[in-house]
């Protein structure tokens, strides 16, 4: 990728750094060579970012030119919103504390240059900063009440830094573009940079530990910087080139801001926010598979005016579903009436509208994994040991939660089992979806789209091995090329 940084005056920035040239504000919003260039990353050193100046330009310009800038548009925005300062002080409130306590004064000024302070102590608090706000040179004022409390936050130019602390910027400096990432060493050959998103302590992580190393092995040998992130990375993303989320989705949670960031952003990304929004939702997948005549257990959307009536059509037991529930969470068995008056009762407290659905047995559940409109592996999940799911959340033994699986070839799939996991995946439009589907009397019973389908080792992959990895790289790979 070819990198630059934009100054107002490159005679006065005497750094000597690899791979990496300073040209002027001027040239860059001027020549029209710059245009043309193709996968560049731009570093925007201009001593002013207010609207309508060089540095609001040469940013804003970056990304139409579909050049990644530092900072984005949206970063140099981003420090006049009053609210994004509120959040970063409420999230970071131990930090702020912890940093500023032996502080005797009233007030304090914190000067960030590439993410440093000229005092280590305040390393981590100035790491922080630059991660949610990616401008190159930033000051930070705090006053003190009853706690430490951020005043304001603002980028400055080069001509205000103190001058006994320009030595120590351009170190900074020296020490930033030395490295391969702005915060991150990768290695040099490194193509596009991927973040795979993951939420620690996540109760039912789509894919597992050694999966996780098997994305960075085989990504980095299919040219790509792998670091695996958490959902406090958030202001971080921009300096990616690509997105794979490995975190539970919901519309609300962390997951479908990082999607749809990455989208805005143009970022390549697996799952869309899209997918996010059908999937997590089990009224809108029942309505689109019914319009669709894609077989399905007898499903109902029930409300309050219908809860008398449902029975007649589903029967008992009776499957109900929350319309978020994933991982079977929030999906419950009523074997009576009474227990569905009870359980839809409560249910609907939470909702407006929940899923009934025929309970349909069966010794196993078809996961048929599409990339792409792509199958590209194809699974059996065996319920739960003395459960009617294959997750068991309740079992009391760890190794009862989930029953066995098998992996097979994609020609061994049933044909029909193959075409309605097909047809339902392109409803949902291109992504990596998982659908199950039950065999009940030889014939397809859709139970679900899978948005962010599990990918663990020694499970999804047990039968096409590294392929099943291959195949996920190499789609967000094509995403990049057809940028």
Not at 171 to 196: C, G, M, V, W
Not at 403 to 427: F, R
Not at 430 to 452: F, R, S, T
Request: proline share 5%; glycine share 4%.
């Amino acid at each position: 990728m070819n990198k630059y940084i934009i100054v107002n005056k490159p005679e006065d920035w005497k750094l000597a750094l690899d791979n990496i040239e300073i040209i002027s504000a001027q040239s860059y919003l001027t020549n029209l060579n710059f245009a043309k260039i193709k996968n560049a990353r731009i570093f925007n050193l201009c001593k002013d970012y207010s609207y309508q100046s060089k540095g609001y330009y040469v940013s804003l310009l970056a990304e139409a030119r579909g050049h990644l800038a530092i900072p984005t548009v949206k970063n140099i925005v981003d420090l006049r919103e009053p609210k994004l300062v509120k959040i970063v002080s409420e999230e970071f409130e131990d930090l702020i504390q912890n940093s500023l306590k032996n502080i005797k004064s009233q007030e304090f000024t914190l000067s960030v240059y590439f993410g440093q302070n000229v005092a280590q102590k305040y390393k981590d608090l100035s790491a922080m900063f630059h991660r949610h706000f990616q401008i190159p040179f930033l000051r930070v004022k705090f006053n003190y009440t009853t706690k430490w409390n951020i005043k304001n936050i603002k980028a400055i130019s080069e001509a205000e830094i103190p001058q006994e602390h320009v030595e120590s910027m351009h170190q900074f400096a020296a020490q930033y573009f030395a490295k391969k990432r702005y915060d991150t060493p990768r290695a040099n050959t490194s193509e596009f940079d991927l973040a795979i998103l993951v939420q620690p302590d996540d109760p039912a992580p789509p894919s597992n530990a050694k999966a996780l190393k098997k994305f960075i092995e085989i990504g980095e040998k299919m040219n790509f910087y792998v670091e695996i992130i958490s959902p406090k990375d958030l202001s971080r993303l921009s300096t990616f080139d690509a997105l794979f989320i490995r975190q539970s989705t919901e519309v609300n949670n962390e997951a479908y801001a990082f999607a749809r960031k990455a989208q805005q952003e143009g970022i390549a990304i697996i799952d869309y926010p899209d997918a996010i929004l059908k999937c997590c939702n089990k009224v809108y997948m029942a309505e689109a598979l019914e319009n669709a005549n894609i077989p399905t257990p007898k499903t109902l959307i029930v409300h309050k005016e219908n809860i008398d009536k449902v029975l007649e059509i589903t029967g008992l037991p009776v499957v109900l579903k929350s319309p978020d529930s994933t991982f079977s969470f929030g999906v419950k068995k009523a074997s009576t009436k009474a227990e569905y008056q009870e359980l839809v009762t409560t249910m609907l407290k939470k909702s407006e509208l929940i899923i009934a659905q025929e309970y349909s047995p069966s010794e196993y559940d078809w996961r048929i994994g599409v990339l792409d409109n792509k199958p590209f592996y194809a699974c059996r999940y065996y319920m739960a040991k003395g459960h009617w799911q294959i997750y068991n959340w309740d079992a009391k033994d760890k190794g009862d939660q989930d029953g066995n699986a098998d992996g097979l070839p994609i020609e061994k799939v049933p044909k029909q089992i193959l075409e309605a996991a097909l047809k339902s995946a392109k409803l949902m439009g291109k992504g990596l979806y998982g659908i199950d589907i039950k065999e009940v009397g030889g014939k397809p019973l859709v139970i679900e789209i899978n948005d962010n389908p599990n990918i663990d080792f020694g499970v999804e992959d047990a039968y096409y091995g590294e392929q099943v990895y291959i195949e996920i790289l190499s789609a967000l790979k094509n995403r990049l090329v057809k940028k």
